[in-house]
């Protein structure tokens, strides 16, 4: 039985929550390999809008277990939330939730340091979610992280949390960042939430292990994307992992051998929420009609988000690495009732083009655009359910896209309901889903 995994490419929030919602019911398990609570998937529902974080979406399908993997770094008080709400809404957590006991928690501590680093004077700001993820993964770095296990365990956790405190104290004291902070008051706090967290924990890589053995389809549900990626993104304008092909494994402790089909999700325009380098971002009333109509708002921290046009060279350079099955178009529909849409086909930098993505974030901040105007489409495209329903205009826009990317373009999303998406009859993606 083939498994699947759905991965963002460009800056993340690209719409991944609706193909994983998509495609759960054919999946037995979901899974969630790394990031955090700084990863914002909504999945519409009917009527009703869900706001995840840590939960993989797949979980909104009944009878699909998640699983939250050891490469996720876990808060486990906003776990715990999504936990009640999910409840809330008739959703049988207890039997439908596995958490690693090998992923690794954030503390207050973690959130403290990245105020530090982030703050008005750091010189080095990333605009990150400030959830504390890029400090937790440094811990875990360098081996001085607490694992869920260690946080379960009640003669280790406060003999390890009592240790890390006692050193990042002693630093924020040398260093003159020292904030007012009662370790204990955060132990007990956590010991109260492990009891909590307790009934949701095991050995998921065994789970995972035995149920590909015994036939069960595994789903991988990516967070962020391949621009946010620790070696392959915007260094060092990213997040703390492995956001693109990679991390599926590491993060799970599943085999490349068992990742048949990677699909992967792009808005078929672009965004970025945070700081750095972003090639074709639009500016003055494009950008602002592209943010209303879209409505881009960061999930996680309701920052506006930059907003720009699709991006032909970083998509090429995201599909060399994941190395595509189908590709997913999302939000057509926000690009309806626009007289031509840009489309950036080449990189110039210092009067040279450029055929692959800059490794240096300073070089990439001064490259150019080089844009092929497509023409738009009179009628909106909102709802439409058949390729061939759409506008010529809207059609021969996937076609320039999919001709020049070289990587099949097998379905496009026209709105946020799961009823309003096209899947392309005979593609990879059709197979896939069926
Ligand atoms: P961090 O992951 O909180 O350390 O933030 C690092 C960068 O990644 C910032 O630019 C964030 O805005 C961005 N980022 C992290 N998670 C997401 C996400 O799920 N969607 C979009 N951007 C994200």
Redesign the pocket.
């Known amino acids: 039985m083939s498994n699947l995994a759905v991965l963002g490419l460009q ?3 690209e719409g991944k929550g609706k193909l994983v919602d998509l495609a759960a019911e054919r999946f037995d398990i979901v899974v969630r390999c790394q ?1 955090g609570n ?3 998937h909504t999945v519409q529902v009917g009527d009703q809008i869900y706001k995840l974080s840590l939960v993989p979406s797949g979980i909104l399908r009944p009878g699909t277990v998640a699983v939250v993997g050891n490469g996720v770094v876990l808060d486990p008080e906003a776990l715990l939330q999504e936990v009640e709400t999910l409840r809330g809404v008739g959703i049988d957590v207890r039997s439908s939730l596995l958490v690693s006991d090998r992923a690794h928690v954030v503390f207050p501590h973690h959130r403290l340091m990245e105020l530090s680093s982030e703050g008005e004077n750091s010189g080095r700001r ?6 504390g ?2 400090p937790c993964y440094e811990d875990k770095a360098s081996r001085r992280g607490i694992r869920v296990a260690e946080l379960l365990s009640e003669e280790i956790f406060p003999r390890r949390f009592r240790a890390v405190a006692a050193e990042k104290a002693a630093i924020a004291k040398a260093l003159g960042i020292g904030r007012p902070w009662d370790p204990e008051a955060d132990l007990r706090r956590y010991q109260k939430l492990a009891e909590r967290l307790r009934p949701y924990v095991g050995d998921t890589t065994a789970y995972l292990s035995e149920a590909v053995s015994s036939g069960k389809r595994l789903l991988f549900e990516g ?3 391949t621009m ?1 990626d620790i070696d392959f993104g915007t260094y060092p ?4 992992s492995n956001a693109s092909a990679g991390g599926l494994c590491t993060g799970s402790g599943v085999s490349p051998r068992l990742m048949h089909d990677i699909v992967g999700v792009a808005k078929a325009y672009a965004t970025r ?4 380098p972003f090639v074709t971002e639009a500016h003055g009333e494009a950008e602002k009609s592209l943010r209303k109509v879209g409505r881009e708002y ?4 309701g920052r506006p988000r930059r907003c720009g046009w699709f991006d032909l060279p970083l998509m090429r350079y995201a599909h060399s690495i994941n190395h595509l099955s189908s590709l997913f178009i999302t939000k057509l529909d926000v690009l309806d009732g626009l007289a031509s849409i840009p489309v950036c086909t080449a990189y110039r930098l210092d009067g040279k083009t450029l055929d692959r993505m800059p490794a240096i974030a300073e070089d990439l901040a001064r490259t150019e655009p080089v844009y092929q105007e497509l023409a738009g489409w009179e009628r909106p495209t909102a709802g439409t359910t058949e390729f061939e329903k759409l506008p010529r205009a809207a059609r021969q826009y996937i076609d320039f896209l999919e001709e020049r990317l070289d990587v099949e373009i097998g379905g496009v999303s026209t709105g946020p309901r799961r009823a309003e998406t096209i899947v392309r009859d005979g593609s990879a993606l059709q197979r896939i889903l069926s």
Not at 273 to 276: F, K, Q, S, Y
């Open positions: 800056w993340g929030d990031g700084n990863a914002g990333i605009g990150t979610t400030s959830r993820i890029g967070a962020q994307a946010l304008y990213l997040t703390s929420v945070g700081e750095g960061g999930t996680v921290t």
